[in-house]
């Protein structure tokens, strides 16, 4: 069954820990996206990358850091420069978008709900 | 950057009424994508308008398009407890050296009381 795996369900972070999530995906799609949705705010782009070893900040890359060694793969890393991390996290995966070749729908992960202790 | 206003925020009505979310850019958009977003849950693509004008049916939903290509609504007819959830709108642009990515409205949170 093709589709985004988005690990783990709930995260906890301490006071100045860094952590990961990660995002895995076998749609075999060029881009990928990590979103921070929080109530009231919709979605808001925090990086995207549209193929791999490339990647570009979004709207909220501040306190963020990613990679895209693997095709398939896009973790996000929620470091200790966050000062607000609390939020549920969003990864998405689209063939590449281009308004010449037509537009792709953004396929979602399950998500990921972080906390802080 | 570009940016699509979405409205209403929040949207209450009784089972069997209509229900229409409106997504607006002071920019001509490329597109417009419809999303929902069932509660506790992710966002689910439903539909993509590309041209000026376009309208698109699904069963009860239907997706329009403006002709200025600047606005878009969604029309939930009759409405049901299954449409309970979140309907973002958002449209796919350029944002330099051919990266393309999407901006979501902020979403238009449906109730539906049965």
């Known amino acids: 069954d093709g589709g985004i795996t988005q690990s783990p369900k709930y995260l906890f972070r301490k006071e100045g820990q860094n952590v990961t999530l990660s995002c895995e995906q076998n749609l075999n799609h060029d881009a990928m996206y990590w979103y921070r949705q929080d109530p009231g705010q919709g979605l808001r782009l925090i990086y995207y990358s549209q193929i791999v070893n490339d990647f570009q900040k979004g709207d909220i890359a501040e306190g963020y850091s990613v990679s895209r060694e693997k095709k398939e793969s896009f973790p996000l890393t929620v470091t200790s420069a966050q000062k607000n991390p609390t939020a549920f996290y969003l990864c998405a995966s689209s063939d590449r978008g281009s308004t010449y070749m037509g537009n792709q729908p953004q396929h979602f992960g399950d998500g990921t709900r972080l906390s802080i202790l | 950057g570009q940016q699509v206003m979405q409205i209403p925020q929040y949207q209450h009505v009784q089972e069997g009424e209509d229900f229409t979310t409106y997504c607006n850019s002071s920019?001509?958009?490329?597109?417009i994508q419809w999303y929902k977003q069932r509660p506790g849950g992710h966002p689910v693509f439903l539909i993509q308008?590309?041209?000026?004008?376009e309208v698109k049916k699904q069963k009860r939903l239907t997706f329009q398009f403006g002709e200025a290509k600047k606005n878009s609504s969604l029309h939930i007819t009759a409405t049901q407890t299954t449409d309970v959830g979140t309907y973002f709108c958002?449209?796919?642009?350029?944002?330099?050296?051919?990266?393309?990515?999407?901006?979501f409205g902020k979403g238009t949170l449906l109730t539906v009381n049965p």
């Open positions: 920019t001509t958009l490329s597109n």
């Open positions: 308008l590309v041209k000026s004008g």
């Open positions: 958002a449209s796919l642009y350029d944002s330099g050296g051919s990266n393309y990515k999407l901006t």
